[in-house]
C-alpha cells in the first residue's frame, strides 16, 4: 500500500491540468462551438472525449489511478457539460450487445456529442420495481418492425432528446424480467408525446412519455428479443457506480465552507458556530472515508474485473453526501432560505440553494431507490436472503 | 391537569377543519397562491365574520378574550390545509404587538379593523446580518422635532405587500446587539421613504425586503416605552414559535397519514410498499416525531398561557423540536413516495416546503438548541 501518486501519475497529473488550461472558453467565445472544439482536442489526446470506453472503442485505456486523477481534475475545472445517456449509459451496451452495424451507426455519433439520448425504463407502475414494466411492443407479420404503446415515466432531458433507449414488454407469459426487449428509437416522430413533470425545486428536467403506435425497426433491436433485461442490469450497476459524484462533493464542500465563513456571526462566522461546524466536519469525514471506498473499489475492479463488495455501498453514501452538502447550504441561507424565485435576496449563494436542496431529495430515489440499494447489499453481498424484494 | 378543548374551542376546531376541507385542495390553494394579493380576501372575511382573528384579543380591545390554545386550535387545522391567508402576520406578528404595548388611541384604531378583517399589518424585524438574532438591529430612529426618523433595511417581511400598517422594529439606543434601546414604532405602509421590493417565498406564500429611508413618524406612534421594546418583541416571537408550531403539527399529521395511504395503495415487487418493514418501520418514525411535537407544543403553549416568564426554555425547546423533526417527516414522506413525493403534482411536497420554510423562521433547529441549553 502506497498512498503516493508515481511520477507518471504526477506527470499524467500535470498534462491534465494544463491541457484543462490552455483549452479554457475564451470570453466572447461561442459556447457551443468551444463545446464541441474542446471535445476534439481531448480525442487527439489519445481518448480523453470518451475516458471510459475501453481502448478497443478509442478510449484511453487508463489505470484507476488515473481515472481518479481525471474525476478529481474535472471536478474543479471548467470544462464543458456532457451528459451520461449516450456516453455512459447506451454505449457499453452497444459495446456489449449490439451487432457490428449497430455500433457503427450509434457509436460515433455518441462519441461527436452529435445525438441526444435518453433512456425509458421506468414507468408510472413501474419505479423501484423496474422488471414490472409493460410499455409493449409487437412484432408485425413479416418481422421487420415493432409496434410500441404505453407510457415512461421520470425520462430525464426527454423534452431534448434525439433518441430514446427503451425497455419494451415482447412477452408476459414467463417471469417478468423475462419477454423484456431492448429497442433504440428516434423520438421526433408521430405517435410520441413528451410532458414536462416540474420537480419541487421548480424546474423541467424530467418528462412523461407517452407512445402510441410507434414503429420501430427490428433492426434497431439490441441482441435477441426477451432478453433486454440482462443488457440493462449490467448497464443499471454502471448507472449505479456512476452516481457517487464525490470528487464534485469534496469542491461542493470546500465552496459550503466558504460560504458559511462569509455569514458574519459576532466577531466570527457561521463555521465558528458549533453545531454547524460540527455538521460540516462530520460530512467531511464521510467524504474522506467514501472517496478511498471508491479508490478501492476501482482498484479491485482493475485487478479482479468484478468490483468488490466495497462498491455496493458508494451510491447510497455519495448520494447521501449530495444531499447533506444541499441542506447545509439552506442552513448558511438562514432566513433568506425561504426566498423563492429568480430575485435572489440574501447572501448570492442562497439564490437557488433551496430549490437545489428540493431536487437533491432525488438523489436517494433515482436509479434504484437507498431502500432497494440496502436490500441489493443485504441480499447480494451479505448474503441474507429472507428479503421481499429482488 | 387536563388536555381537553374547551366547547366553545371543539366547535372552532370542527368549523376550521370544515373550511379547510372545503376550500384548500391543492388545486385551488395553487390557484390561490400564483393570482395576486396571494391569499383570498373572500376567505379573510369569512375568517372575520366566523370571529376567528378576534379570538386572540382581549375583550376590552374588542376581542373575545381567548389566549395562545386558541391560536393553537386555529394554526394546527390551518396547517393541514396550508392556509395562505395571512393570519400569522395580521393577528400574531402586528396585531400581537399592538395589543401588547401600544397606546390606547393606536389599539382603538387599528384592532377592531383587524377584526373585522378590513386592515392588514405586519412586522418587520428581521435584518440582513441578524440571522435569527432578534436583538441584531441596525435600523436606526433617530429623535427629531418630538417625532423620529427611521432609516434602514428590514428582510424577509411577511405580508408586506399587502399591509396597510407596518410595526418595524428600531434601534433608539446601545449598540446593534444590546436588548436595551429597541424601540418598536408602527408606520403607514405607503409613507414616504418606504421602499418595497416583493417576493414569492418557497411555501408559496410572498415576503418583501423594505428599505425605510428617512421615514417620519411621530412619537405617538411608539408602541411601548421607548429603548424598551425587546420584551414586547420577544413575546410576540414566542407567540409566533407557538402558532407556527401548531401550523408545523397540523401539516406533519397530514404527511404522516398521506404515507401510510399511499404505500398501502402502491405496489412494487407484488406487494403493497406497506408490506416492507423498512418502510413500516420508517412510518412508525414519523408517527412517533409527530406525537412528540405535537406534546411539546402542548407543554410549552400551557406553560406560555400559565407563566410567559417561565416558558421560554421550553419554547426553545419547541422550535428545534419542531424544525428537525418537520424536516425529517418532509424528507420521509417524499422518498416513501418515491419519484412522484419530489414532483409539484403531490401535496406531500407542498406540505414538506412548508415545514423548511418553518424552520427558517424566527430560528432554525439549531439556533434554538444552542439557546435552550445555555438557558
Known amino acids: 500500500m502506497d498512498i503516493n501518486l508515481s511520477s507518471e501519475d504526477l506527470a499524467f497529473r500535470d498534462e491534465v491540468r494544463s491541457f484543462f488550461e490552455e483549452n479554457k472558453i475564451k470570453s466572447g467565445e461561442d459556447y457551443f462551438s468551444w463545446r464541441l472544439g474542446w471535445f476534439e482536442k481531448a480525442r487527439e489526446k489519445g481518448g480523453w472525449d470518451v475516458p471510459k470506453w475501453p481502448e478497443k472503442f478509442g478510449g484511453p485505456g487508463w489505470s484507476p ?100 433507449f427503451c425497455l419494451t414488454r415482447t412477452d408476459d407469459s414467463g417471469i417478468k424480467q423475462q419477454g423484456i426487449t431492448f429497442l433504440l428509437f428516434p423520438m421526433k416522430q408521430e405517435g410520441i408525446e413528451v410532458k414536462p413533470i416540474i420537480t419541487l425545486g421548480g424546474s423541467h428536467t424530467v418528462n412523461t412519455v407517452h407512445f402510441t403506435d410507434v414503429k420501430v425497426p427490428v433492426e434497431n433491436r439490441i441482441g435477441e428479443e426477451g432478453k433486454g433485461w440482462t443488457y440493462a442490469k449490467g448497464l443499471l450497476e454502471h448507472e449505479r457506480t456512476g452516481l457517487a459524484g464525490l470528487s464534485k462533493s469534496l469542491v461542493e464542500l470546500e465552496q459550503l465552507k466558504d460560504n458559511a465563513r462569509s455569514i458574519q456571526r459576532g466577531n466570527g462566522n457561521l463555521m465558528d458556530n ?117 | 391537569m387536563n388536555f381537553e378543548l374547551s366547547e366553545e374551542q371543539k366547535m372552532i376546531q370542527q368549523s376550521v377543519e370544515r373550511f379547510v376541507q372545503e376550500n384548500y385542495d ?60 395571512p393570519f400569522l402576520a395580521n393577528i400574531v406578528l402586528g396585531g400581537g404587538s399592538i395589543k401588547r404595548g401600544a397606546s390606547q388611541e393606536i389599539k382603538d384604531s387599528i384592532i377592531p379593523s383587524l377584526i373585522d378583517g378590513s386592515l392588514q399589518i405586519t412586522l418587520a424585524y428581521a435584518e440582513e446580518q441578524s440571522r435569527f438574532d432578534i436583538e441584531d438591529v441596525a435600523t436606526a430612529a433617530r429623535e427629531e422635532n418630538g417625532g423620529f426618523i427611521i432609516n434602514g433595511k428590514k428582510s424577509m417581511v411577511l405580508n408586506a405587500e399587502s399591509a396597510d400598517k407596518i410595526v418595524v422594529v428600531t434601534r433608539t439606543s446601545g449598540s446593534q446587539v444590546d436588548e436595551e434601546g429597541i424601540s418598536l414604532f408602527v408606520v403607514d405602509a ?37 429603548d424598551k421594546g425587546f420584551s414586547i418583541l420577544q413575546a410576540v416571537v414566542n407567540d409566533a414559535i407557538l402558532a407556527l408550531a401548531a401550523e408545523a403539527v397540523g401539516a406533519m399529521e397530514v404527511l404522516y397519514k398521506d404515507t401510510v395511504e399511499y404505500t398501502q395503495q402502491r405496489e412494487q415487487f407484488d406487494h403493497p410498499l406497506s408490506d416492507f418493514q423498512v418502510l413500516q418501520h420508517r412510518m412508525v418514525d414519523m408517527f412517533m416525531e409527530y406525537e412528540q411535537c405535537k406534546s411539546l407544543l402542548f407543554r410549552a403553549t400551557m406553560e406560555t398561557v400559565q407563566d410567559p416568564s417561565l416558558s421560554q426554555r421550553t419554547v426553545h425547546a419547541l422550535k428545534h423540536l419542531i424544525g ?44 434554538h438548541l444552542d439557546k435552550f441549553t445555555s438557558l
Request: glycine letters at 12%.
Open chain 1, 65 to 164: 489511478t488515473q481515472h481518479y486523477i481525471w474525476e478529481q481534475e474535472t471536478a474543479k475545472a471548467s470544462i464543458p457539460f456532457d451528459l451520461p445517456f449516450g456516453l455512459g449509459m447506451l454505449a457499453p451496451i452497444l459495446m456489449n450487445y449490439g451487432n457490428q452495424e449497430q455500433q457503427d451507426r450509434f457509436l460515433p455519433d455518441i462519441r461527436d456529442r452529435k445525438v441526444n439520448w435518453c433512456q425509458g425504463y421506468s414507468e408510472p407502475g413501474a419505479g423501484s420495481d423496474l422488471a414490472n414494466l409493460k410499455t409493449k411492443a409487437v412484432l408485425s407479420d413479416d418481422g421487420t418492425y415493432y409496434t410500441v404503446n404505453g407510457s415512461k415515466i421520470w425520462t430525464t432531458l426527454a423534452h431534448v432528446a434525439d433518441w430514446i
Open chain 1, 274 to 390: 458549533s453545531s454547524y461546524r460540527s455538521k460540516v466536519g462530520e460530512l467531511e469525514i464521510d467524504l474522506l472515508a467514501t472517496e478511498f471506498t471508491e479508490l478501492r473499489s476501482l482498484a479491485s475492479a482493475a485487478a479482479g474485473g468484478e468490483p468488490g463488495p466495497e462498491s455496493s455501498i458508494l451510491k447510497l453514501k455519495g448520494t447521501e453526501i449530495k444531499q447533506r452538502i444541499q441542506k447545509l447550504t439552506v442552513e448558511a441561507s438562514g432566513i433568506y432560505s425561504s426566498a423563492w424565485g429568480d430575485k435572489g435576496v440574501g447572501p448570492s449563494f442562497a439564490k437557488g440553494g433551496t430549490a437545489g436542496y428540493l431536487n437533491s431529495r432525488y438523489f436517494t430515489i433515482y436509479g434504484g431507490a437507498s431502500e432497494v440499494q440496502k436490500d441489493i447489499v443485504a441480499k447480494k453481498v451479505l448474503g441474507l436472503t429472507k428479503g421481499n424484494s429482488k
Open chain 2, 26 to 85: 391543492l388545486s385551488n390553494r395553487i390557484k390561490i397562491s400564483e393570482e395576486d394579493p396571494g391569499f383570498s380576501k373572500e376567505y379573510w372575511s369569512s375568517m372575520a365574520e366566523l370571529g376567528w382573528l378576534g379570538l386572540a384579543f382581549s375583550e376590552e380591545d374588542g376581542g373575545f378574550g381567548g389566549n395562545q390554545i386558541d391560536t393553537l386550535v386555529l394554526m394546527e387545522q390551518f396547517g393541514k390545509g396550508l392556509v395562505l391567508e
Open chain 2, 190 to 226: 405607503d409613507a414616504e421613504g418606504i421602499e418595497k421590493e416583493n417576493f414569492p417565498t418557497v411555501d408559496g406564500l410572498r415576503a418583501s425586503e423594505i428599505i425605510f429611508k428617512d421615514v417620519k413618524v411621530e412619537s405617538t406612534s411608539l408602541i411601548g416605552e421607548k
Open chain 2, 324 to 367: 428537525k423533526s418537520g424536516i425529517f417527516v418532509g424528507e420521509s414522506a417524499v422518498q416513501l413516495h418515491g419519484g412522484m413525493g419530489v414532483t409539484e403534482e403531490l401535496r406531500i411536497g407542498h406540505f414538506f416546503k412548508r415545514l423548511l420554510v418553518i424552520d427558517s423562521q424566527f430560528g432554525n433547529a439549531d439556533f
